[in-house]
């Protein structure tokens, strides 16, 4: 059931299987090269000239295992993807870019690999960079926030942070300084997830969340910390008043959008902590206090999560139709214990579009009138917007294209739980 893989996902973050993510804006097996051609718009003529290059990766939940595939394309208009068109990767694979190379890792290892890709998408080894040494654990990219082509921040001990270089693929030193306060109010401090790979052109900012092991209860603000774009060392520390804030994206006017992923809406309704809610961050890295949408009156008093930012004023969210849990639910009686709030947390989400100029939001029209889960990934390549839906039981994804104007469409199915497609070049 979906909610009790959402639950594994969710519950479960402090362990390697745990996340997932989109894209912004902008040990292996020896798997064969995808690019041979195929179905899909996969391959590329071998001496055409250099074209753009994209990267899609799934994962295929085993009993005890997860393997990852990678799948190469020189367009965004895919038919459906086969798997033999990908490359295997043992494990939780996620992958990052920089500097046209693609850079492949997963949860079990702190070993980053690097690969060229040819004008025929073919695979060109680029070597690894591993970072036991510097104690890293996990060197998923969810767990990381990168400086774009100039410096990569690794996890390292909650709030501490390796700094690696991602063009020059060498570590430059760990920083173990911080102002943060490991425990706070009977809470423990977590560093939270790049849920949506964003990749900062300034100064990286990375958000923090106090909540207990079981992550259930937690403090209603968020700090997010400002590195020193030079230094990468703490240069401010600025409090947001919403819960679990990580899932960033951006718009035009450079302001950054922070929004709870792994927070249910559902806590508001059992009274375990505050609504999820929006934080906006200026250009010049303050909090923005005036940013204060009535998003739960323009949602029918429903609340939501997940949300982020796509163009033009418009952004999609995660809404809640807690309606849907039936006359006469008893909030928060029927969820009263920590079981069944799990079990029940990723039910009866639908995906709407909000327009923020005119103060307006509406379901997302074209999508199926089925649960969407409240962790959905999307990507954002060359000005379009897709969404991940995945599967109720995780066998496979199917990727619309949203519009602008609140229309989905339908574009391709890949197997597996896909959570990121990138542009390598």
């Known amino acids: 059931m979906r909610e009790s893989r959402a639950l594994l996902i969710l519950g479960l973050c402090s362990l390697p299987l745990s996340a997932c993510g989109g894209t912004d804006d902008t040990a292996l097996t020896d798997g064969q090269p995808a690019g041979a051609g195929g179905p899909g718009g996969v391959g590329g003529a071998a001496g055409s000239s250099p074209g753009p290059v994209y990267a899609l990766s799934t994962l295929v939940w085993g009993d005890t295992d997860t393997t990852g595939y990678v ?136 958000p923090f969340s106090y909540h207990d092991q079981d992550w259930f209860r937690w403090a209603a603000s968020s700090l997010i910390v400002v590195y020193d774009p030079e230094a990468h060392a703490e240069q401010t520390v600025l409090e947001a008043p919403c819960p679990g804030l990580d899932t960033i994206t951006k718009d035009e006017r450079g302001n950054l959008y922070f929004s709870s992923w792994e927070y249910p809406a559902l806590h508001a309704h059992v009274g375990t902590g505050a609504a999820p809610c929006v934080a906006r961050i200026t250009p010049e890295r303050t909090l923005d206090s005036g940013f204060q949408p009535d998003l739960l009156a323009w949602t029918g008093g429903r609340h939501l999560m997940n949300f982020r930012y796509l163009q033009g004023g418009k952004a999609v969210a995660a809404v809640l139709h807690h309606e849907k849990f039936g006359e006469g639910f008893d909030f928060p009686g029927e969820l009263s214990t920590q079981e069944a709030f799990w079990e029940a947390y990723a039910l009866n989400y639908r995906l709407w579009i909000f327009d923020l100029e005119a103060g307006t939001a509406e379901p997302m029209r074209g999508l199926p009138d089925e649960d969407l889960p409240p962790s959905f990934s999307h990507a954002e390549i060359d000005g379009r917007f897709f969404l991940m839906h995945e599967a109720s039981d995780f066998s496979h994804t199917t990727f619309y294209e949203l519009g602008l104007d609140g229309e989905a469409t339908r574009r391709f199915e890949v197997p597996g739980s896909s959570y990121q497609w990138l542009k390598v070049r």
């Open 71 to 206: 799948v190469l394309s020189d367009t965004l208009d895919l038919g459906d993807v086969s798997l033999g068109q990908a490359r295997e990767f043992v494990g939780y694979t996620s992958i990052g870019v920089a500097d046209g190379q693609l850079l492949v890792t997963n949860a079990e290892t702190p070993i980053i690999q690097r690969f060229g890709v040819t004008d025929a998408l073919g695979w060109e080894d680029g070597g690894q960079l591993s970072l036991i040494n510097e104690g890293v654990l996990d060197s998923g990219f969810y767990r990381q926030y990168m400086q774009r082509d100039r410096m990569a921040y690794a996890e390292l001990d909650v709030a501490q942070r390796t700094l690696w270089d991602p063009v020059g693929f060498a570590v430059a030193g760990t920083e173990l300084d911080t102002q943060l306060e490991l425990a706070q109010g009977g809470l423990d401090l977590f560093a939270n997830y790049n849920r949506a790979y964003f990749v900062f052109d300034g100064p990286v900012l990375r």
